[in-house]
């Protein structure tokens, strides 16, 4: 039997006190919302369907970027008023083929995992439903069962009496069932109880009703379930996400010198032997080889890092890409399109920026690379800088192999350094360099000998 996916993602988030759309709030370094589309269409459904409502335009927009290759399977269903969860299922249920099973998800629980989401979806029930026992079941519906084990009911915790309230297993209002019996249970609903909403969950109820056995699969983490309403469970579920992505990447053979202090905001990739420091910011796609350290403090976005390399303290690469056993930083900035040969080497308080460093080139301390080629067994040193920019265009630094750049040394592009070359300290080329040569611009060093610095007379 097919299976097609409704996923609620209406609400307005009142709690978080926001412009942004409450699915649009980033878990993870990506929109919540995204987080339950790549798991529902890992379940590979026929269909999803996505009720939206408050902000429900914006949150068309950034999603259909993130799911181009997928766009034939989306389905944008818009809730106008909030009257429940139940009544949001009903609005999206006309377009769900009536032969098709129909898993409901919600786009403010972006951590559910696949796993569960396949357990359930293997239940052979009329009606299977997702539960889990948190540490503190507060705030959400509870799980009633008869003598037996059988699901019976869920009661919300406002409607609860004492003693429900004292049961531990809560509803993750994740839910499976064949459409044609969905739509009817749907059907029969109402408004009676303190929200004056329709409920999803008194499907429940209607099904044993029926004389229908409801199914429920426990989930493995409770925490992967909890909705997010407010900036403080945006802030557990970040913790919750941290939790995990640190999780993987020790399981797959990364050290992590400390698990609770990374942050891994997009997609991560590590070869071998590879030794992450604290307070390390992954963020975009980071894919990095074998025997790779990363010291603490450094934020790399969206880069490619070659084998062997380390990456000192508080470096930031954004963008860039480096070979083999390349030395980054302490404090040194790769910005975007800066790429690093084999052995390079960019140390502390140098600044590299679209620009390209063949294999054996340095560049220690206190330098600033811009628009730039720089050839093989180059030293790029301190204090020197390239003037890129005339201010309206940008313009290009190329030097050969084996250039010495003196310190304190301004390389004016658009402007080309000839293979062998040596610029002398405190020079400015302003003028092409065609062959090995000292290259050297400076006033002449004058002495004054018995010459006397001016002092202040006492006052009186």
């Not at 990506?30 to 269909?47: C, D, F, I, N, Q």
């Not at 009606?127 to 019976?152: E, H, Q």
Request: glycine share 12%; hydrophobic share 40%.
């Amino acid at each position: 039997m097919p299976l097609e996916v409704i996923i609620l993602a209406a609400g307005r988030g009142t709690r978080m006190h926001s412009d942004l759309p409450k699915v649009l709030h980033p878990v993870g370094g990506k929109p919540m919302l995204s987080h339950v589309l790549g798991t529902a269409l890992s379940l590979e459904p026929t269909r999803i369907h996505v009720v939206i409502g408050h902000g429900g335009e914006s949150v068309r927009a950034a999603m259909e970027p993130l799911f181009a290759t997928a766009a034939d399977r989306f389905n944008w269903v818009v809730q106008t008023e909030q009257n429940g969860t139940g009544h949001a299922v009903r609005l999206a249920m006309p377009d769900v083929d009536t032969k098709s099973r129909c898993l409901i998800l919600y786009g403010d629980v972006p951590l559910v995992s696949q796993d569960d989401l396949h357990s359930l979806c293997r239940a052979e029930a009329a009606l299977a439903i997702l539960t889990a026992s948190p540490s503190d079941p507060s705030g959400l519906g509870r799980i009633l069962r008869d003598g037996v084990g059988n699901i019976t009911g869920i009661v919300e915790q406002r409607d609860a009496s004492p003693g429900q309230l004292a049961i531990g297993e809560i509803n993750t209002g994740i839910l499976l069932g064949s459409a044609t019996d969905l739509a009817r249970w749907l059907n029969g609903i109402d408004r009676g109880n303190m929200q004056g909403e329709y409920y999803l969950t008194d499907v429940v109820s209607l099904a044993t009703a029926d004389g229908e056995t409801v199914h429920g699969e426990t989930a493995q983490d409770p925490d992967r379930f909890l909705g997010i309403n407010s900036r403080g469970e945006l802030a557990m579920a970040e913790r919750t996400f941290q939790r995990l992505a640190a999780g993987a990447l020790m399981e797959a053979g990364v050290t992590l010198m400390d698990p609770a202090r990374i942050d891994i905001r997009g997609e991560t990739r590590f070869g071998r032997d590879c030794v992450v420091d604290v307070n390390v910011v992954l963020e975009g796609v980071v894919e990095v080889g074998d025997g790779v350290n990363i010291g603490p403090g450094c934020v790399i976005r969206d880069a490619r890092i070659g084998n062997h390399c380390r990456i000192h303290p508080h470096s930031v690469l954004e963008n860039a890409e480096l070979g083999n056993h390349c030395q980054v930083g302490p404090f040194a900035r790769l910005r975007p399109d800066s790429r690093l040969g084999d052995h390079v080497r960019v140390g502390n308080f140098v600044e590299v920026k679209n620009s390209e460093l063949a294999e054996g080139s340095k560049a220690n301390h206190l330098a600033y690379i811009g628009d730039s080629t720089l050839g093989r067994n180059t030293n790029f040193g301190a204090g020197a800088i390239t003037c890129n920019y005339d201010g309206a265009r940008k313009h290009r630094t190329v030097i050969g192999d084996d250039v010495f750049v003196g310190s304190d040394s301004q390389l004016v592009a658009p402007v080309r350094i000839a293979d062998g070359v040596t610029i002398g300290a405190g020079t400015t080329v302003t003028r092409d360099v065609d062959q090995p040569a000292l290259v050297v611009s400076r006033a002449r060093q004058v002495s004054y000998p018995g010459w006397k610095r001016p002092t202040r007379k006492p006052d009186r």
